[in-house]
């Protein structure tokens, strides 16, 4: 007989970023479907206005709310404070300082809006809409993707090299709205490019998530990352974990077996799991969704 099956997500929005529940909803649906572990991970506070980050004026409310479901619940769900940091040099604080600020049990580090060189403008890359990803690669870098792209990997270089973080989130999105209209990850460029990103993960023993929300969310046929850049992941070691990126409660756990049949597949062994403020590697068979 097999031992206690593990089920958990570390990577949902909820309302206090651009989620549509309350996080209680999460954690309902959670016990739900008989999750050992919960973490929220908001997108973190930036300088300016968005219509998808924790405002600054909102950390102790996100704080106070997170404190009072980890009390409720301390006996049946362990449940975590985190934030998904956006990396944009110039613009976002140090992680480290928001950490403190938030109180965070751990980071996930991601890049979703690109700063080309010589503006203060942002490219917004994986949006719902692939119209702004086009007119960005056009505006920006005169139409050539190698340059837009090479933006994109170069920012996420600088934020592991800059920033202390645990998950690296998404970390080919680039790829999204590509559908290789543009490229295709056969490219030497782009393998290259995205080589040089999966070393200096491994140099700061990040963890990377494998997302699934593009594929429910049919903006995607693959997870992020996959293909190439997945079995790169593969062949230099690096820890992985499942995550939905949830933006509402009947998501929490959306394509996981999918994910896990499919990471078997490629010959990866285990997940990266959070417990008493430590990761550690729990075999994919034990893993349940
Ligand atoms: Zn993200
Ligand atoms: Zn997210």
């Not at 040099?89 to 140090?94: L, R, T």
Request: some cysteine; proline content about 3%; hydrophobic content about 35%.
């Amino acid at each position: 007989m097999k031992g206690k099956m593990i089920s958990y997500n570390l990577h949902q929005h909820t309302l206090f970023s651009d989620g549509k529940d309350k996080p209680e909803k999460y954690v309902e649906k959670a016990l739900e479907q008989g999750f050992t572990a919960l973490g929220f991970s908001e997108h973190s506070p930036l300088p300016f206005d968005t219509s998808f980050s924790l405002k600054e004026e909102q950390i102790d409310e996100y704080i106070l709310t997170i404190n009072k479901l980890k009390e409720k619940y301390h006996n049946r769900l362990a449940i975590y404070r985190a934030l998904e940091m956006d990396y944009i040099p110039g613009f976002s604080e140090d992680f480290g300082l928001l950490q403190k600020k938030c109180q965070t049990d751990y980071l996930i580090g991601s890049v979703h809006l690109v700063r080309p060189e010589d503006t203060d403008e942002l490219w917004f890359t994986d949006g719902p809409d692939y119209r702004v990803y086009d007119k960005g690669i056009k505006d920006f870098f005169g139409g050539n993707i190698r340059k837009a792209v090479k933006a994109f990997y170069h920012q996420s270089n600088q934020m592991i090299e800059t920033q202390q973080f645990d998950i690296i989130g998404h970390f080919d999105k680039i790829t999204m709205h590509n559908r290789n209209r543009f490229f295709t990850d056969e490219e030497k460029w782009y393998r290259d490019l995205v080589n040089e990103t999966v070393e200096l993960i491994k140099q700061k023993n990040l963890i990377v998530e494998i997302n699934t929300r593009g594929i429910y969310k049919k903006r995607s046929d693959t997870f992020f990352p996959d293909g190439y850049a997945l079995r790169q992941v593969k062949m230099k070691n690096i820890p992985i974990l499942i995550s939905s990126d949830a933006h509402q409660a009947a998501e929490i756990s959306m394509l996981f077996d999918d994910a896990r049949q499919y990471l078997t597949d490629l010959g990866f062994y285990d997940v990266m799991y959070f417990e008493n403020r430590h990761w550690k590697p729990i075999p994919l068979e034990e893993v349940s969704f």
